[in-house]
Each structure stands twice: as structure tokens, then as C-alpha cells.
């Protein structure tokens, strides 16, 4: 299982180089801003979409274009990108998830344009007839443009495969969370994530056979009482976690028995109907989505969701993480403390600005166990 | 002595449609009338055609603002658990409605609405901050999703875009009608646009005058005066008011009365107001015998209130609800402000970048850049907040608009040297 995790680890720890050995192969590449990309229509062009996940490195260059006040997802991607370290991509698309993801595509086209530029101005409704029918737009849009940057006809059997796919690799995902759950001493929280992020930037059928190769050799659940806490952690709503954040908690006595991340659940729990018409039923997964801050649907409340998966963790606390900047979540906190607080559930709100202070979230962290531990 | 400008004699007017608008507000209940909050640019006149009486959030942090109470409400917000970073008309709002009676505004706590109506045509924050309202109140939230238009955006992606709006206009119409247990009313409607399409007309006339040199009023002017264009629209008084604004520029004028005296520059203001900064600046201005005599503000209101046509309310509503300038990628501001330049013979950009209005502040520094290019003229960023006094520093931008001052002289010296 180490080995495959290494695999794993090599991606993540180098994200573009897995993405540049296909641009070398003769493949297309596109970037995709997290989310909202439905990454199947990319990949039925014969092209690998690969999520722009930012960087650790300092940012620099972008400083000459933006206010230091933006989130770091942004300004890193766009640091990365004057940088030069993404002019391997063909294009890049930028989903309307926020204002700040929506305003740098524009000053992002004025100073380091790629061949292909494209936005999908997703609804921020997803509770109305109307809405979903201007997101079949949108959608369409994509494959309208993707089809005429590539002179490839995407074909409804190759989406379908597509879509088939990027299933496959979902439902090894949900298989991984669930020995977890069932024991979450058997991974590594740094792993879990790896895996998931790895997902991200590599080829899906690539993924898939390395993920099922671990699966297959996964240790089963232990039957030894287990002292640590079981802990949910939720937040990074667009960015991968700090894996150093992830150890601390292990460090001070937790084990993450589940997650509410974007590089986690958010990214794989639910499936693509493959009943459906490919691109409605692609449509149909973003409105029934987990229920997401960037989005208005009063039928998902992020916090029944939240609880939902404490519940089913039977975790004792919950961490969330929010990136400094980041606005959609930041209006929700003021609920789901309130809902976690009335359910008895104790969390800690972390606000994550990069470069971190590793040191004072540790001794957050002890405190909390501290609290949980009582 | 400090230096002063004349403000224009029919500000005295609005005192009281300010008073008398949350007055009513406060009595909506007991007059057995509805009463809605609503988002700065949304549609209106779908609620005053029901009868609904609107309330607006950002007016009242705007009021907040400008007597400096509002830092206040948002220090409470945030020991809600609403982080720092959060737009801070919304801070506001949420902290003076947990103080209830202690909210530190002069129109006390805003009334509890039975409803809210909100579009995220001036950004996405809006949506977030009334979902939260909605929660709070555990009310309706009627949203008027209007997609943000890109640069590359062609005829048939905005027929889209515009398809999308239109439908949600009518399912808004669907939901008011058993909300209120009314029908909808298309000839109410048709005089609610037209009375807010004629207060548009008269206040663009008035700011569109500030052409003149020397500029018969200032920008801040404009940005003082404004309360009518948001928060009555398609009524009477509106027209009334705005009637008189546009007559007493028009006067001001023919004397050839200058609103700075020995006015040297002509600027531009870019994003927000500072509520809390106005007269300081001013003050600054006057010393530098600088007029701001443009500013992007108004056009989010007046761009979609001009396209309004009472023939065809409800399409209208839907045309123009898409067009405010922030709704807009770069390329178009760019041309709007290189534009705005020559119309409005600037001679530099004062970029206000508030902290917590990211539609408002990122493409600021392309947004000089490409204007600098294509007109000569200069620009600065300067650093604040609309209604948190916390994200300004006196220091730091007067040394900015010293050295931007600097800047502009030794241009002028140049040109006539």
C-alpha cells in the first residue's frame, strides 16, 4: 500500500509534472479553476483536465495586479501562471463560484492569455427550473467551444464513457472513505488526501488502477479500542488542505474519520447519473450537489449536511478551516456554529491565511482536544 | 479655517424623505402593509407594484456610515462569528440587528422584513449576506440571479443570460402573487418603471452636467443625493426631488458657479464612497483645488434604470437588471472610464479600493494601466472601506494623494511648459 501511496505522492508533490508528460505525449491540457468544471466534457475531447490548486511558494508577481486582500487560491494560480509554470496548459476555464474566481479571469487574459480561454458563468441559483436550464446552457457552451478549439466532435457515447469513467473513480473514492470510517486508524489523513488530490491532477484511468491496486491490498479494520478522537474536519472549500494542518491534528491525539473538503468528499460523493442524457445528467449532479456555500439552495443545508456526516463518523468534534478572504463560507459559520453548538457537537474555527503559523495552530489544536478529550 | 463647499439647497429637502422613509418603515406593520428588504440594484418595481414596502440594507449602512456608527455594528457582527473580511454593509446590517433597540443608527434597529428580494448584479456577497438574513428572520428569499458578462461574451450567450433573467422575473411575479394573495398588477407596474426610468433621467441629467468647467457640483454631491434613486424608486417624490436637483445644477451652471473654487483638477472616483471619509476628502481636494466630478457608482443604478421602457416593463426590468457596471468584465470598464475621461475632461483617477468589495476593487490596477494608455491620464490607489472606519488610514492616503498631487502638477507644468 506504501508503494501505491508513494505513487500518489510523487503527483501531488510535483502537480504539473504528471500533467506536462501528457502535454509532451502530444495530449491537450486545460487548467480548470475548482468546482464547477464538469471535467467529463474535457475529458471526451481527448484532453486531461487537470484542477489548478495554486501553490505553497510566496506570492510575488501577482502583487503588481491585485490587492494583497484576495484569497490565496487565486493570487497563487495567477503567480503560477505569470510565472511561466503554466504555459504548458492549451487553456485554462474559470467556473463563476465567487467574485474573486469570476474578476480574475479577466485581468488573468489581459496579462498571460492561454489559446484557450473560457468561462462558465455558473447560475448562482440552483433551486429554480430557470436555473437549471441556463446551466444546461452554459454547459453546452463549454462543449460548443471545447469542440471548436479541438476539431473533435464530442459525441454523446464518448461523454457517456467519459462520464463512466470519472464514475469508476468516484465510487473508489466513497469505497476508500468507507474502510476509513470503518476504522479511520488505517490511513494516514496526509494519505487520504494525497489520494484525492492526486485525482486531481492526473489522468482518471490512471488513478484508477493505482487506486484499485490499493484498495486491494488495504489493511481491514482493526479490532483493537482505539484511544485517539475521531475528528471531522471541514472547510478548504476550494483549495487543497495544508497536509501539515491534517498531521498536527493526528499529532495531538485526533484521527479524521471523515471530511467535509473539497479535496475530500466534496469532490467525489456524488455520482453522474448515467441513466441520463450525458450532458443533463451532468447538469443534474451540480444541482444535487453536497450542499455548497458558493451556491443558493435552500432544499441542501450545509448544515444538516455536516451533521449528517459527524453522525455517520461518529466523530466527537469538528474542525473547520476557512481560507482568509474566502466570503461564501463566511456568511454560513455564524449557522453551523449554531447548529453544531445545539447538537452538542464542539468544533474550532481556523482561519487559514498562507504562509501558515504552524506553531499557534498547534497549540489551538491541544486545546481542542483538551476540550474533547474531557 | 476649514474649507467648505456649498452643498446644493436641495439636499435640505432629502432630510426629511430620509426621515419620513424609515419612519414609514417602522409603521409599515401597523398599516397592515408588507415591507421587503432589498438588495441596492434589484427589481424594485416588482415590489412597489405589489404594494410592498422596501427597505435597503446598504442605504441604511450607508446613513451608519456617514454618522461613523457603523464600525460599531460590525465589531458586533463579528462576535457572531461573521469573519472580518465580510462586506461590511452587510456587518453592519447583521450587528445592528442583533443590538435590536441599542443599534447606534439615528433610524434605530432596521423593521423586520416579511421578505426579501436581492440580485447579485453588483456581486455574489449579496446573495450570501441575504441568505443569512433569511435564515435569521426564517422569511422567503426571492433571488434574481443576473450572470456576470464577461468580455467575450456573444449575442447568443447574452440572449441567454437574458432568456434566464426574464424567466426569473416572472417566477418572482408567480411567487409575490400567492405571497400576497394579489394580482399582479401590469398597468402599476408599467407607472412604477416609468416614475423610476423619469428620477433616473433627471439625476443622470444633473450628474452629466458636472462636464462644465468649471463643474457646477462635485461627485460626492451626486453620491449625498442618491438616496431617492435607491430607495424610492417609481414614486412621485422621487421625480419631485430629482426635478429640483437637476434645476439647481442647471442654475448653478448658467452663473458659472464653480463648486471648488479655482477648480485646477478634474478627477475620477472609483468604487465606493467612504460614508464616514466624505467631508476629509473634500477638505483634501479643496486644498489641491481638485473637483471629482465622475464617478462609476451612479451608473450601476442609472445604466439599468436609463434601459428602462414603461411600454415593455417587464422585458425592460430584465434588460436593464443585467446592465449595472459592475456587473461587466474589464474590457468594458476600461472603455467606459477611457470614455468617461474625455467626456468629463479628467485629469486623474483617485481608485478608492475597498477592502471588502472585491467586484468593486480587483482589475483596479489593469483598469489604470490601459486608461493611463489610451488617455495620458494618471491614476492612484488608495486604500479604505465604505462603512468600516477600521480599513482606513488617514496617514496612508494623504501620502498617496500628496504624491499623486505631485504627480499631476508636474504634468501640468510639463504641458504648459
Known amino acids: 500500500m506504501k508503494d501505491v501511496i508513494g505513487e500518489f505522492a510523487i503527483v501531488v508533490q510535483n502537480p504539473l509534472q504528471r500533467a506536462r508528460r501528457w502535454k509532451e505525449a502530444g495530449k491537450g491540457v486545460i487548467g480548470c479553476f475548482p468546482m464547477y468544471v464538469p471535467e467529463e466534457i474535457i475529458h471526451a475531447s481527448g484532453m486531461l483536465p487537470i484542477t489548478l490548486l495554486g501553490t505553497e511558494e510566496p506570492v510575488s508577481l501577482a502583487y503588481k495586479h491585485l490587492q494583497t486582500y484576495i484569497c490565496h487560491l487565486v493570487q497563487s494560480n495567477f503567480e503560477l501562471s505569470l510565472a511561466g509554470k503554466l504555459d504548458f496548459l492549451d487553456g485554462i476555464v474559470f467556473p463563476g463560484i465567487c467574485d474573486s474566481v469570476t474578476c480574475i479571469s479577466d485581468i488573468w487574459r489581459r496579462h498571460h492569455p492561454y489559446p484557450f480561454h473560457h468561462n462558465i458563468v455558473v447560475p448562482e441559483r440552483m433551486d429554480s427550473l430557470s436555473s437549471k436550464h441556463y446551466l444546461m446552457e452554459e454547459f453546452t457552451g463549454l462543449k460548443t467551444h471545447l469542440e471548436e478549439f479541438s476539431s473533435n466532435k464530442i459525441s454523446v457515447r464518448s461523454l457517456r464513457e467519459s462520464i463512466a469513467i470519472y464514475n469508476g473513480d468516484r465510487a473508489l473514492l466513497s469505497r476508500l472513505y468507507q474502510l476509513r470510517r470503518a476504522d479511520p486508524s488505517l490511513f494516514r489523513a496526509r494519505d487520504v488526501a494525497t489520494i484525492v488530490m492526486a485525482s486531481m491532477l492526473m489522468p482518471k484511468e490512471e488513478h484508477i488502477e493505482l487506486l484499485s491496486q490499493l484498495l486491494k491490498c488495504a489493511p481491514q479494520a482493526g479490532q483493537q479500542a482505539n484511544s485517539k478522537v475521531k475528528i471531522v474536519v471541514s472547510g478548504y472549500l476550494c483549495e487543497g488542505p495544508e497536509l501539515e494542518v491534517l498531521d498536527l491534528i493526528e499529532g495531538v491525539g485526533g484521527v479524521i474519520a471523515d471530511d467535509d473538503l473539497y479535496v475530500g468528499t466534496r469532490y467525489f460523493s456524488t455520482l453522474v447519473d448515467e441513466m441520463l442524457p450525458p450532458l443533463e445528467a451532468l447538469v443534474e449532479r451540480y444541482i444535487k450537489d453536497v450542499p455548497c456555500p458558493t451556491k443558493y439552495n435552500p432544499a441542501r443545508d450545509w448544515a444538516d449536511y455536516l451533521l449528517s456526516i459527524v453522525r455517520r463518523s461518529e466523530a466527537k468534534g469538528v474542525i473547520i478551516m476557512m481560507m482568509k478572504y474566502c466570503e461564501p463560507p463566511g456568511f454560513d459559520y455564524p449557522y453551523l456554529k449554531a447548529r453544531l453548538t445545539a447538537k452538542g457537537i464542539p468544533h474550532l474555527f481556523l482561519e487559514i491565511e498562507p504562509p501558515l503559523s504552524l506553531e499557534r495552530i498547534k497549540t489551538r489544536l491541544q486545546a481542542f482536544m483538551e476540550i474533547l478529550r474531557r | ?417
Open chain 2, 1 to 417: 479655517m476649514e474649507a467648505k463647499i456649498r452643498p446644493l439647497n436641495t439636499q435640505q429637502g432629502q432630510v426629511k424623505l430620509i426621515n419620513d422613509y424609515y419612519g414609514k418603515g417602522k409603521t409599515a406593520r401597523e398599516r397592515g402593509q408588507l415591507l421587503a428588504w432589498g438588495s441596492g440594484i434589484c427589481a424594485a418595481e416588482l415590489l412597489s407594484a405589489m404594494d410592498i414596502y422596501l427597505i435597503f440594507p446598504e442605504n441604511y449602512a450607508a446613513d451608519c456610515g456617514a454618522l461613523k456608527v457603523s464600525t460599531e455594528h460590525c465589531e458586533v457582527a463579528e462576535t457572531l462569528g461573521y469573519p472580518q473580511d465580510l462586506c461590511s454593509y452587510a456587518r453592519n446590517q447583521l450587528g445592528s440587528t442583533a443590538l435590536g433597540e441599542k443599534a447606534k443608527s439615528r433610524h434605530g434597529p432596521l423593521p423586520r422584513p416579511d421578505l426579501l428580494l436581492c440580485s447579485n448584479n453588483q456581486c455574489s456577497t449579496i446573495t450570501k449576506w441575504f441568505q443569512a438574513v433569511s435564515r435569521e428572520f426564517n422569511i422567503p428569499l426571492l433571488i434574481t440571479d443576473v450572470p456576470y458578462l464577461h468580455g467575450d461574451i456573444d449575442d447568443e450567450r447574452f440572449n441567454s443570460v437574458l432568456g434566464y433573467v426574464k424567466e426569473q422575473l416572472k417566477e418572482h411575479i408567480a411567487f409575490l402573487e400567492q405571497f400576497t394573495g394579489r394580482h399582479y398588477d401590469h398597468d402599476r407596474l408599467q407607472e412604477c418603471v416609468a416614475l423610476t426610468r423619469k428620477s433616473a433621467q433627471l439625476y443622470a441629467d444633473g450628474l452629466r452636467m458636472c462636464r462644465h468647467i468649471p463643474s457646477p457640483m462635485t461627485a460626492f454631491d451626486g453620491f449625498i443625493n442618491i438616496f431617492g434613486i435607491m430607495c424610492l424608486r417609481g414614486s412621485e417624490e422621487s421625480v419631485a426631488f430629482y426635478e429640483q436637483f437637476k434645476a439647481e445644477i442647471a442654475e448653478r451652471v448658467a452663473e458659472g458657479f464653480a463648486a471648488i473654487p479655482n477648480e485646477r483638477y478634474r478627477l475620477y472616483w472609483d468604487n465606493l464612497p467612504v460614508w464616514f471619509k466624505l467631508r476629509d476628502f473634500t477638505t483634501k481636494f479643496i486644498s489641491h483645488g481638485a473637483c471629482v466630478v465622475a464617478a462609476s457608482y451612479f451608473w450601476n443604478w442609472l445604466d439599468f434604470m436609463e434601459a428602462l421602457d414603461p411600454s415593455q416593463p417587464l422585458d425592460s426590468l430584465a434588460r436593464g437588471i443585467i446592465q449595472p457596471y459592475i456587473n461587466h468584465g474589464l474590457e468594458y470598464k476600461i472603455e467606459w472610464l477611457a470614455n468617461c475621461v474625455e467626456e468629463y475632461s479628467i485629469d486623474g483617477l483617485v481608485m478608492q479600493s475597498t477592502r471588502s468589495c472585491k467586484p468593486f476593487f480587483m482589475g483596479q490596477y489593469d483598469i489604470i494601466e490601459a486608461v493611463e494608455k489610451r488617455t495620458g491620464v494618471p491614476g492612484v490607489i488608495i486604500e479604505s472601506d465604505m462603512c468600516d472606519l477600521r480599513f482606513h488610514s488617514d496617514a496612508q492616503v494623504d501620502a498617496r494623494l500628496d504624491a499623486f498631487f505631485e504627480v499631476l502638477a508636474t504634468r501640468r507644468r510639463d504641458r504648459s511648459g
